[in-house]
């Protein structure tokens, strides 16, 4: 089955930590996002990456680093500098930059 | 700045009642308008507008864009239970680079 795989579903770090987010497509597809949502806001953009090995910031990417080494995979950092950490992260991919996105199935992070 | 905005950011209906979306949008170098529909917290993806005036439709759904007003509307007829969700209006701008989602409308339809 093509598609994207988040992982892992819930998540639980202590203050000041860092932790890795896992997203996987086998759509063979080569733009890759990340998202984050709070409640009562729009999905915000935090990195994306257009090709293997490139990446561009989002709107909030302060405080996170990804990295693009196979097109299948994005991991997404959040690092102990994010203020905010406890959100919903969702990935998405796309075949191109610009094209329709399809999404994984998030992965709550809970920091405390 | 750009920016999307969602009306209403609430609806409660009930089942057959018909419902209109509303998305209006500020975004430098517009390329093209997207609807989500947002349950169990991941969106799927149900429109993609890039021409103002050509009608999108899906099922009960149907989208239109007018870019010299710059909005568009999402309306769903015969409404049921399970289209409730949240329908998100995201706008993509400066030439494929930028992604900005509006907060959402959270549907509510009633039995």
């Known amino acids: 089955d093509g598609g994207i795989t988040q992982s892992p579903k819930y998540l639980f770090r202590k203050e000041g930590q860092n932790v890795t987010l896992s997203c996987e497509q086998n759509l063979n597809h080569d733009a890759m996002y990340w998202y984050r949502q709070d409640p009562g806001q729009g999905l915000r953009l935090i990195y994306y990456s257009q090709i293997v090995n490139d990446f561009q910031k989002g709107d909030i990417a302060e405080g996170y680093s990804v990295s693009r080494e196979k097109k299948e995979s994005f991991p997404l950092t959040v690092t102990s500098a994010q203020k905010n950490p406890t959100a919903f992260y969702l990935c998405?991919?796309?075949?191109?930059?610009?094209?329709?996105?399809?999404f994984g199935p998030g992965t709550r992070l809970t920091v405390t | 700045e750009d920016k999307v905005v969602q009306s209403p950011l609430s609806l409660v209906v009930h089942e057959g009642d018909t419902v209109t979306l509303n998305c209006s949008y500020e975004?430098?170098?517009?390329?093209?308008l997207l609807w989500y529909k947002q349950e169990k917290k991941a969106p799927t993806f149900l429109f993609m507008l890039t021409s103002s005036g050509i009608e999108k439709k899906s099922g009960r759904l149907s989208s239109i864009l007018d870019k010299k007003e710059l909005f568009s509307i999402l309306n769903i007829t015969a409404t049921q239970t399970g289209d409730s969700a949240v329908y998100l209006c995201?706008?993509?701008?400066?030439?494929?680079?930028?992604?900005?989602f509006g907060p959402g409308t959270r549907l509510s339809v009633l039995p």
């Open positions: 998405a991919s796309s075949i191109y930059v610009g094209y329709e996105q399809y």
């Open positions: 975004v430098t170098n517009f390329r093209s």
């Open positions: 995201a706008v993509e701008g400066n030439y494929g680079q930028n992604f900005v």
